[in-house]
């Protein structure tokens, strides 16, 4: 598995845990995004395991994203992260007013057994 890094995938797994959605629903999900650049980080978070893309058998094609089972052990990471930003700056305070506003109730609860 390569390290998490880069600018969207974090962000990605967030709106994934929001919800299933298609391609182009996740590219309205995350403004500034390129089309190029979310079908990369796509590609590499379902090659590590953590992204799950589903391809419907229609006409026009359907594919969808949602996390893996896996990407649910990524929840402590992201509680760590909201409790780190309510002590640091105006960037953290936005970034965890954001996170409060939509944390998942998948991650709320205890993971799927």
Known sequence: MRP?????????MWALAQK??????????????TQHMLAQQLRDLEADGLVKRTAHA?????VEYEITEAAYGLKPVFKAFIAWS???GP???RQKAWAEKTMPESWQAAPPA
């Open 4 to 12: 998490l890094t880069g600018k969207w995938k974090i962000e990605i």
């Open 20 to 33: 299933t959605h298609r391609f182009g629903e996740l590219r309205r999900a995350l403004p500034g995004i």
């Open 58 to 62: 229609v006409v026009p094609p359907r």
């Open 86 to 88: 309510e002590q640091y």
């Open 91 to 93: 960037i953290a305070r």
